[in-house]
């Protein structure tokens, strides 16, 4: 398997940051890809051992290309996670002063996230999109803009100053990445993991998707997301990307999965892994019987049972 | 109230397209705006009685600026939907022959609706994203690229002739757009209708998200729509927008809107209107006792027991 990772590019992105925050990431070649697409594609093809590309956005919400290119098309598997906080630096030639900037750009999935301080400290400056945050940094040092918003770590790479940094509308606004690569056996459980599963239903009918969260309910199990996707067959037909907390060595987990499996059209395992937070998944005194001892000594009393030594 | 409508432009989208389908636009002022948000905020301000966009799409699933657009801020009422099916034809200037076409344009959401048949028709030809199909064309007409997929209509307006048409790659491909204004009575019943609403929830535990959609189950409600997006407070928080079949004024969807009112941290009505495609909600034979008429003949009967009449 050749050591490299391709990640969502260009160089110099908050996605190259955070890949770098893996230690992994240092005996591997990183190689950036134009799409998510061709990232994962990399993967699928034997190109590359892994891809790194974002998942989750605290302001967008789940980020649909990714989802879409995971839940359609050869399996693939996530085996880790990464968090990342996004803040951005307004990036200018040197010398340029906050009263000479007229355009300002930046890839379309920051502007939420800078529109607030845009009105505030630059009204009157016209926004063009740019395929990158850091190609929009590109574009600044030839000149073709004035200011772009990016990572501060990118200013060194262009020639460019940070005139403001931590600029963000939202507190909080973090960035999920996962890294992917085929299927293969999942981590093991480090005690605080995540599991995330795409679900299709065998029909539409009242109570369908509640009798599929049934499932996690009725063990305990918290999710962490549901997002929606279209299956393509037309208006009002989707399936459900979810992450749960837990993992499939885990005997709640795996009988929850066990379940979904029997009463779902299809269930696509999409890996057990780390969570980026180290919180262990909590199990609330609300859901009496639902502790890790309880079920293991459930089971253990089945198995005494099917013995005739209860 | 002014007769106008405001839409999201510019004109010759099939934004425009689906707005004339309403009856009640033909003796309104359709005014094309930017942006989804600038579109809603003349309702909010009085500008125009009602703003026209997309909110739903086969392809992409919700679409998130509008959602968190209805999400946040003043509150406002959806009161019809249309649904459009979306097929492109390929612009160009008369004359241009295939084999001539070097670069195409559209809206970036187009791409994922004609990607196949570029890749079979125009695997060297160039993408260069455009502000709206519309615009794509003017482009084309202007000479800055060779040709660009939108609506057929749109070749008129820009000189253009229709190179391909019914260009799709998903079968069913269809949009569905809301009328949007300022919060009132809802149009009454018509027997086939859905209830949009925005749920909360007080706390995140396990199976909070399933006892929120029991509130549906039990009485036998089907879901339609079910979009989870950020509430900003940071990975993980999430606000659901639902919608489901029947109208508040039914008795089955009115418990349901109470019994989240009890159990939600809030709860936003967004509107009962007449489904477009006139399906009358189905209530499965799986769910005994759940018909309109026994849910009436349940109010009576409690209705006694409070008189002593029973």
Chains 1, 2 share one sequence.
């Not at 950036?32 to 594609?41: H, T």
């Not at 009463?263 to 502790?291: K, N, W």
């Amino acid at each position: 398997m050749p050591a490299s990772y391709a990640y969502l590019g260009p160089e110099g992105t908050f996605t190259e940051v955070a890949l770098r925050t893996l230690p992994e990431a240092a005996t591997r070649e990183l190689i950036p890809y134009v799409s998510v697409q061709s990232a994962l594609d990399a993967v699928r093809v034997g190109e590359a051992e892994a891809a790194f590309v974002p998942i989750e956005n605290s302001v967008e919400g789940g980020i649909t290309t990714t989802l879409d290119e995971l839940v359609a098309g050869t399996p693939l598997m996530i085996y880790r996670e990464v968090l990342l906080s996004i803040t951005f630096a307004l990036l200018v030639r040197p010398g340029t002063k906050l009263s000479d900037i007229k355009t300002v750009t930046a890839h379309p999935a920051a502007q939420p996230q800078v529109r607030n301080w845009l009105k505030t400290h630059l009204p009157d400056a016209v926004w063009e999109s740019a395929a990158s945050n850091a190609d929009g940094a590109r574009l600044v040092q030839e000149g073709r803009y004035d200011a772009a918003f990016a990572g501060e770590f990118a200013a060194a790479r262009y020639g460019l100053e940070a005139l403001e940094t931590g600029i963000h509308d939202a507190e909080n606004a973090q960035t999920r990445f996962v890294l992917v690569g085929r299927p293969a056996r999942p981590a093991a459980r480090t005690g605080a993991d995540k599991t995330s599963i795409v679900l299709w239903q065998r029909d539409d009918h009242p109570g369908g998707l509640r009798d599929l969260l049934g499932e996690f309910a009725t063990r305990g199990i918290n999710l962490m997301l549901l997002q929606s996707r279209p299956t393509g067959a037309g208006i009002g037909n989707y399936c459900f990307c979810i992450d749960a907390e837990g993992h499939i060595s885990d005997r709640r987990m795996a009988e929850a999965l066990m379940g979904l499996k029997r009463i779902c059209l299809q269930v696509r395992f999409l890996g057990s892994y780390p969570r980026a937070d180290m919180q262990p998944g909590e199990v609330r005194p609300l859901f009496p019987g639902t502790s890790d001892e309880e079920f293991v000594g459930a089971a253990d009393w089945v198995a005494r049972c099917q013995d005739g030594r209860f």
